[in-house]
Nanobody
Framework: QVQLVESGGGLVQAGGSLRLSCAAS????????LAWYRQAPGGQRELVAR???????NYADSVKGRFTISRDNAKNTVYLQMNSLKSDDTAVYYC????????WGQGTQVTVSS
């Protein structure tokens, strides 16, 4: 059974930092491209950052220079380090793993107070 479990969300003041984690089970983790998406209230789910199985990364323009995605294949975990947080970053953040099909976590809430 495939599971993606996010953690690390919470309430933080603008300018602060959070580190999200997503622990995977039931998949051959190293073969998967991994990503973080987010969905703000009333908005569509959007890509925040992606890291491929080979380690290449790409970011949404809105988070470049502030967020960093990384993966630890030994721990079956993908991370999103979020610095200089803004109120616009408030959203539910979802972990995604893709190899032919998409797998999703349940999401973790990030709230940035101004």
């Amino acid at each position: 059974q495939v599971q993606l479990v996010e953690s690390g969300g919470g309430l933080v003041q603008a300018g602060g930092s959070l580190r999200l984690s997503c622990a995977a089970s039931g998949i051959t983790f190293s073969r998967y491209d991994l990503a973080w998406y987010r969905q703000a209230p009333g908005g569509q789910r959007e890509l925040v950052a992606r890291i491929t199985s080979s380690g290449s990364t790409n970011y949404a323009d809105s988070v470049k220079g502030r967020f960093t995605i990384s993966r630890d294949n030994a721990k079956n975990t993908v991370y999103l380090q979020m610095n200089s947080l803004k109120s616009d970053d408030t959203a539910v953040y979802y972990c995604n793993a893709k190899l032919f099909i998409d797998r999703w976590g349940q999401g973790t809430q990030v709230t940035v107070s101004s």
